[in-house]
């Protein structure tokens, strides 16, 4: 599947990837130029293979409160929330973030791929008056992130300048509604613009034109990547691969143990046993780059699995996420990580890694 | 100069051989972020793995094209692998290689042979 500015990416030069089913720009000059970009400057990335849905009704916040960890009671309208939705056994199908837009309306992005098990699993725990609705094909997501993303923003779209953290400013479009949202998943500061795909085009083209000036740079997955694994970010097929909890993940912040969902038993007794899993930063203290799959050992025995790794740009050294058995998870812990039949020494860091 | 299928150079000087990868390999790869190199005295059989070079994203091995005793390491490489990416035919050079046998060059491809096959690899 292409998404609706495929052909704007491969004018621009863009080299493609494919992920979850789409084919998506990897990356359009150099994935470390465009790492280096968002953390000093600004890049503008399409992410729009993410789902969108829309739950609506006097039932919506009941639905989302029973099918995910966090407690949508707690989000104002205007305000976004990350959080997990979760099976009972307790382990994660996907994290996301939902947006509550008004009293009975959400909006909410799990990951690409996911629009038609959400649309299931939404339909099966829905109760009363509430309609779910699969946006995903209908709208683009465009992030800016960066430094100066918000100077970009303000001289884009002065009327949404102020648009806060982890807020939302609703937006007009001629093809129809939109938002923008404080929210990305590179840790810089930055926004995502929700928006119908006939005003996608445009909508890149007024960022690129007003951040020309400010060193925006077009930004793709590659660079997407080894931005989010610098901050400790997860991302689903590799830090949720195979059933992990939240509590495994380092999620558990996100956990609201104070409302009923999915999961919550087998998380309340995974949380008074604590014989889990941790997921852990690794930063490679020796030569090498820990990839995903690669063992982790102490003294020998093995105690667990790199799920994300690369050579992070702004530190130069080789950077991980691993689950290690709880024992070999505490911050300044040295370990052995086994890269394609090379010993590479590691160190346990708690995350963000820059 | 001699090219192998696997996107490796070789350069005679004398009996040794310089070795690289091509523009067009490096061109596939885009940011190399890590190489990994055999050491001073490593003998290797011509196809033997000798390597590994690193993007973001990928790892590729490096074949050995000729067979022979390592005698140079480009040791530069370690802290600055990108001069793979800007002069893979100059500062990029990888390995030099004490020939065993110095006619396994006149197996290799030539590079109008070379480049054919590249654009054989882009279809």
């Known amino acids: ?354 | 100069m001699a090219y192998a299928e696997s996107h490796e150079w070789v350069r005679a000087e004398g009996g040794v051989a310089v070795v690289g990868i091509t523009d067009y390999a490096q061109d596939s790869l885009t940011d190399v972020v890590f190489v990994e190199l055999p050491s001073v005295g490593d003998v290797l059989e011509a196809g033997d793995v000798f390597g590994a070079v690193e993007s973001v994203k990928s790892v590729s091995e490096l074949y050995a094209p000729v067979s022979g005793k390592v005698v140079e390491v480009n040791t530069v490489l370690e802290d600055e692998p990108e001069r793979i990416n800007d002069d893979p035919y100059g500062e990029g050079w990888m390995i030099k290689v004490e020939m065993a046998d110095a006619s396994e060059v006149d197996a290799l491809l030539d590079a109008a042979a070379y480049v054919k096959q590249t654009q054989g690899d882009d279809e």
């Open chain 1, 1 to 354: 599947m292409r998404v609706p500015l495929h052909d704007v990416h491969e004018a621009a030069g863009a080299r493609f990837t494919e992920f979850a089913g789409f084919e998506m720009p990897l990356q359009y000059d150099s994935i470390l130029a465009e790492h280096e970009a968002v953390r000093t400057a600004a890049g503008l990335f399409d992410v729009s293979h993410m789902s969108n849905l829309w739950l609506e009704g006097d039932g919506a916040e009941a639905l989302l409160s029973r099918t995910v960890a966090s407690d949508p009671a707690k989000v104002k309208v205007g305000r976004a929330q990350y959080t997990v939705a979760c099976r009972e056994d307790g382990t994660i199908i996907d994290d996301l973030i939902f947006w509550r837009l008004a009293d009975g309306r959400f909006h909410v992005v799990p990951n690409a791929g996911m629009n038609e098990t959400f649309v299931d699993w939404f339909g099966r725990h829905a109760e009363g008056d509430v309609r779910v609705l699969d946006m995903s094909r209908e709208l683009c997501i465009l992030a800016l992130q960066g430094p100066k993303a918000r100077k970009i923003l303000a001289g884009a779209h002065p009327e949404v300048a102020d648009v806060k953290k982890f807020g939302l400013k609703e937006m007009e479009f001629d093809a129809g509604h939109g938002f923008v949202s404080g929210t990305g998943y590179t840790g810089e500061d930055g926004v995502e613009f929700v928006v119908p795909n006939a005003a996608a085009a445009s909508c890149w083209r007024q960022l690129e034109s007003v951040g020309a000036g400010e060193g925006l740079v077009r930004c793709g997955l590659g660079a997407r990547d080894t931005l989010r694994l610098e901050k400790g970010f997860c991302l689903a097929p590799h830090e949720f691969k195979g059933g992990r909890s939240p509590l495994e993940a380092g999620l558990g912040w996100v956990v609201h143990w104070d409302h009923e969902f999915v999961g919550k038993e087998a998380l309340e007794a995974q949380r008074e046993s604590g014989d889990h899993d941790r997921l852990v930063g690794l930063k490679a203290t020796g030569r090498g780059i820990p990839r995903e799959g690669c063992g982790v050992t102490v003294d020998g025995s093995e105690v667990g699995v790199v799920t994300s790794g690369t050579m992070s740009p702004t530190l130069r050294t080789g950077i991980a996420l691993a689950y290690v058995r709880p024992e070999a998870a505490e911050p300044g812990s040295e370990v052995v990580v086994d890269v394609r039949g090379r010993s590479v020494a590691a160190e346990v860091v708690k995350p963000p890694f820059v």
